[in-house]
Each structure stands twice: as C-alpha cells, then as structure tokens.
C-alpha cells in the first residue's frame, strides 16, 4: 500500500506535470471505485488544475471546478503518460479503474488509475471540496505539520491502551502511517509491536518521535521527484524489516521475524525490539513493552 512519502511523491510528480492543465476527458471504468455522485464526474471536464495536494493517503487533484480526489489503497496505483492514446477504456477488461486525459501548456497527458488482484479498494471522489471526503475529515495529525511534535506524539500515545504498532497504523490518529513504514519506525526507535501506547516512557516516546521524522523524511527525500514508475522500487529498497523476513537485520545481523494476522502481516527484529524474544504468534505472544 502506497504509504505517506509514496503518496506525498505521486502528489508533487502530479503537480508539477498537470498544473495549468485542463481535463480534456475522464472514464471512469470501475464505477464500484466512484463513491460519489454529486457533482458527477463529469463535472471535472473542461475544468483547469489548480494544483494537487495530499491528505494523508490520499491525493487531490484541484480544478477550477471540483476536486477529484483518490486514495490508491492496498493494490491501485497511478500510471502516467506524455503519449496518451485516447482509448476508450471497457469495464472488467482491465486492471484500469479510472482513466483522465489533460491538455497541459506543454502537451497531453494521460493517468490512469489502476489496482491489482482481485480485493478492491481505490477510492474516487468528485467533491466540491477535499474535506467533503470523509476520510479526509477523519485524519489526525499529519506527522510533518507545525503542531506535530514529541509532546503532541505523548499525549496520543499517552491516552490509548491500544499496541503502538496498531496506533501508528491508525489514520484518525496520525495521518499516512501504514504497515511498512510502521514496522520501520519501530525497528528504528527499537519498540516492540506490541507495547501498550500509554506504557511509553518519555524518553521513548521522544526515540519513536525522532524514528517518525528521519525514517520518513528520508523516504520523502527519496521519492521527491521520482516518476510512479519509479516509486515503488525506492520504497522497497530502502526497508531494514518490513517484508526482510528470514534476512538479517542490517543493524545487529539477528533475523528478522514475522507475525501473521488474517490479512497482513508485520516484521520485527527480536534483538533490537523485543530483547531477543520471538513473538511467535498474535494469538500466543505475551504482549511484550
């Protein structure tokens, strides 16, 4: 799932090629993926980007008009092109969920909006406004505004009982946190996934505000100016643990474990996290701090 520096990536990428641009025509293939009506999507048409921007997971793409607005979930992506073909998109014969055509100052563009496999999740928006999207309206604090810092990051982890991992996870609490770079986050501040949010100390809550900010930000400087294209292969090849199960862990050579939950799963170093104990299972392990 595209995560906080991949969307942050695709929203600068997008900016930087539509702005200026009108939206010459949009198909809309997977109409399951549209979840609004009013105005219709074909409202967007003849509109001129403004800019794009994200929230959280999700990016919008500001007209003149409405706003479209799409968060890629676990399987969809975004493919772009300066030689658009104008093919008519047909429903089910495709991963293509959404294609959008542009007349830029500098030429054409295409994006499409694809997903993979066969559980769906993107989400489409045509909304007047990007915070009529619920999720939008819903999010936390994004980790990289002004009023985020180590004594806001206490305070929310001082009033949950929930596992750290979970919380991180958790887009009404802090915007853009997904699996992967929640596991590296908490091999970088060296915190067990499972200890209890409010049982933190300062001193590691200050270790986990610092593990946030330089394990992201690293990865925002990364994808800063890659094509999509290109994003998924700097997300990858920057991981330490997560998805690196049986490797070993690049800070104390241990190997990197696994537990396994209905529809995911999460990677941790037992050396660095977890004072060498292997948490075997979600069922059976001892929540551990």
């Given at each position: 799932?595209?995560?906080?520096?991949?969307?942050?990536?695709?929203?600068?990428?997008l900016d930087r090629h539509l702005r200026g641009s009108v939206i010459s025509k949009v198909q809309i293939a997977s109409f399951a993926a549209?979840?609004?009506a009013d105005p219709p999507y074909t409202a967007l048409e003849g509109s001129t980007v403004a800019g794009v921007r994200r929230f959280g997971k999700f990016i919008s793409i500001d007209t003149d008009g409405p706003s479209f607005v799409f968060h890629l979930a676990r399987a969809g992506w975004v493919r772009f092109t300066d030689s658009p073909t104008g093919t008519q998109v047909r429903p089910g014969k495709s991963p293509i969920a959404v294609r959008l055509a542009f007349?830029?100052?500098?030429g054409h563009h295409g994006m499409d909006l694809t997903e993979a496999g066969t559980k769906k999740g993107l989400a489409v928006y045509v909304v007047r406004d990007p915070q009529d999207?619920?999720?939008?309206?819903a999010l936390g604090p994004d980790p990289f505004s002004d009023g985020f810092d180590a004594d806001t990051l206490a305070e929310i982890l001082g009033s949950s009982s929930q596992q750290v991992k979970g919380l991180l996870r958790s887009q009404s609490v802090i915007a853009g946190i997904g699996n992967a770079y929640s596991d590296e986050i908490l091999h970088a501040a060296k915190i067990s996934p499972f200890a209890i949010a409010k049982s933190l100390d300062r001193g590691t809550v200050q270790m986990l505000y610092d593990a946030i900010h330089s394990i992201l930000g690293t990865a925002l400087a990364e994808a800063d100016g890659k094509p999509p294209s290109e994003l998924k292969?700097?997300?990858?090849?920057?991981?330490?643990?997560?998805?690196?199960?049986g490797q070993a862990c690049p800070v104390c050579g241990d190997t990197v474990r696994e537990v396994s939950f209905a529809d995911t799963?999460?990677?941790?170093?037992p050396t660095c996290?977890?004072?060498g104990k292997v948490l075997a299972d979600r069922r059976t392990s001892k929540f551990l701090k």
């Open positions: 799932m595209p995560e906080l520096p991949e969307v942050a990536g695709l929203a600068g990428f549209l979840k609004t007349n830029g100052p500098d999207v619920p999720g939008i309206a292969d700097v997300k990858r090849s920057h991981m330490r643990v997560h998805a690196r199960t799963a999460l990677q941790y170093c996290q977890t004072k």
